[in-house]
T-cell receptor
Framework: EAQVTQNPRYLITVTGKKLTVTCSQN?????MSWYRQDPGLGLRQIYY???????DKGDVPEGYKVSRKEKRNFPLILESPSPNQTSLYFC??????????????FGDGTRLSIL | AQSVTQLDSHVSVSEGTPVLLRCNYS??????LFWYVQHPNKGLQLLLK??????LVKGINGFEAEFKKSETSFHLTKPSAHMSDAAEYFC?????????????FGQGTTLQVKP
């Protein structure tokens, strides 16, 4: 089954404690991205990756890091989490051809609470 | 800059009655538009997409949307609501500038379906 898998689904942690949210897709997609969802704001892009070793900032990258060492994985790293990063996070992927026309496949989301 | 505006944050209908979720877009180019649905504790699922092939787009679960360039609208409709349609719906435009693959989300519309 084609899917995007995120882990963990839920996490409560404390300020400053480094954490990583993993994302894996089994569709051989070149393009992957991370979004955060906040009430009344819809989803906003954090980082994206066009392919292995190619990443770039989205609209709200502050406080986050990413890496793309393998095509299927795109982890999101919070080096020193702060309460304003409490949010619902989504990983998404799509095939490379004509990015603008391709729908993106989303994971089920990771709800992070930073105390 | 491209943007989408969902005109209603909350819509309530009775089961069996029509659904109308309104979306206006702003784009200097011919846009790629999508509707996604998010059920509680789930990721986003693509309902339908418009990419200039036809102005009336049919999607899954009986939903359809009509692209009206003169009105810059892309409203989502369904003839008869079902209880399982209760969810949050996002109107989305694909960012065509810089070929980033970014999706620009509206603020979302919560659809309530009453028995």
């Amino acid at each position: 089954e084609a899917q995007v898998t995120q882990n963990p689904r839920y996490l409560i942690t404390v300020t400053g404690k480094k954490l990583t949210v993993t994302c894996s897709q089994n569709m051989n997609h070149e393009y992957m991205s991370w979004y955060r969802q906040d009430p009344g704001l819809g989803l906003r892009q954090i980082y994206y990756s066009m392919n292995v070793e190619v990443t770039d900032k989205g609209d709200v990258p502050e406080g986050y890091k990413v890496s793309r060492k393998e095509k299927r994985n795109f982890p999101l790293i919070l080096e020193s989490p702060s309460p304003n990063q409490t949010s619902l996070y989504f990983c998404a992927s799509s095939s490379r051809t004509e990015y603008s026309n391709q729908p993106q496949h989303f994971g089920d989301g990771t709800r992070l609470s930073i105390l | 800059a491209q943007s989408v505006t969902q005109l209603d944050s909350h819509v309530s209908v009775s089961e069996g009655t029509p659904v109308l979720l309104r979306c206006n877009y702003s784009s200097s180019y011919s846009p790629s538009l999508f509707w996604y649905v998010q059920h509680p504790n789930k990721g986003l699922q693509l309902l339908l997409k418009y990419t200039s092939a036809a102005t009336l787009v049919k999607g899954i679960n009986g939903f359809e949307a009509e692209f009206k360039k003169s009105e810059t609208s892309f409203h989502l409709t369904k003839p008869s609501a079902h209880m399982s349609d209760a969810a949050e719906y996002f109107c989305v435009v694909s960012d065509l500038f810089g070929n980033t693959g970014k999706l620009i989300f509206g603020q979302g519309t919560t659809l309530q379906v009453k028995p």
